[in-house]
């Protein structure tokens, strides 16, 4: 299959988490223009079964392929680690997932192989992380963490709050007492907390924002295979969800980290 340079890069998540690793391309990638999906009428993923993520991402996927971009990039967790080979098998264009973005940079990040993760407690649970990160450094030993309680802070707004700070340090202490050299970031709402979590872990560990790690995969393989947009007309950025529910404009552009485009809402049958 022929890939026009010029095609947008598809980016899709479970709700607006994904907006960080489309905020990071943006900075990484100016040129390219970019189509989000965020299914935020059917979020949180982590409850569902394992068959209704695989539907609902290979149901998203088709989506953008039929909006004919260059590359899909897999901006959830949790979608990841269920289904990304799922993507990968229909996919006639290349896949890239947060979580091979993650284990890739921690790889490359870590001077010891002590890597902390951090996640949901479905990422957590996967072990996805732990086997991506094996696979780039057999030797690594991995220390993960559940940290339910980031997702709904960093959505409410509390990024500097002291009751961020103490969960984050109540959260952190198991996995610091190991003496982790390297800590992913394995859930795209903890980049906006980045700067609280590195004041909770010190200057001494090294951080591993999977959002940028994402941009800087994703610019790699494009170069790799002749895929960076020539053009020097303006990006274009066109948002797609399932709903548009209170506060998404707020939250998104805080996501972001500038104004969200006009949202198209797409409609589904099955919710």
Not at 126 to 155: K, W
Not at 172 to 193: F, K, Q, S, W
Request: proline share 6%; with cysteine; glycine share 6%.
């Amino acid at each position: 299959m022929q890939i026009d340079p010029s095609q947008p890069i598809g980016v899709f998540d479970s709700g607006i988490g994904g907006l960080t690793v489309v905020r990071a391309l943006m900075e990484r990638l100016p040129f390219e223009h970019i189509v989000y999906f965020g299914d935020t009428a059917r979020v949180p993923y982590g409850v569902k079964s394992v068959e209704t993520i695989a539907h609902y991402t290979t149901q998203i996927a088709q989506f953008l392929l039929e909006k004919n971009v260059k590359t899909l990039i897999i901006a959830c967790n949790t979608m990841a680690a269920v289904a990304a080979q799922t993507v990968r098998d229909m996919s006639p264009v290349p896949v890239l997932d947060v979580i091979e973005a993650g284990a890739w940079a921690a790889a490359q990040a870590s001077p010891g192989g002590r890597i902390g993760v951090i996640g949901t407690p479905t990422t957590v649970n996967s072990n996805a992380y732990a086997r991506a990160i094996h696979a780039q450094q057999r030797e690594a030993r991995i220390y993960s963490q559940a940290c339910p309680l980031f997702v709904p802070l960093v959505e409410e707004g509390w990024l500097d709050h002291e009751v961020t700070r103490l969960t984050a340090e109540e959260y952190l202490r198991p996995v610091m007492a190991e003496h982790v050299d390297t800590l992913v970031l394995g859930c795209t709402h903890y980049p906006l907390i980045k700067p609280l979590l590195r004041q909770v872990v010190g200057e001494d560990v090294r951080l591993v924002d999977s959002a940028e790690a994402m941009a800087n995969l994703t610019a790699a393989l494009l170069a790799e295979r002749s895929l960076l947009n020539p053009g020097s007309t303006p990006s274009r950025y066109e948002y797609y969800v399932t709903d548009v529910p209170v506060k998404f404009q707020t939250i998104g552009e805080r996501f972001l980290g500038r104004s969200l485009n006009p949202v198209h809402v797409v409609k589904w049958q099955d919710k």
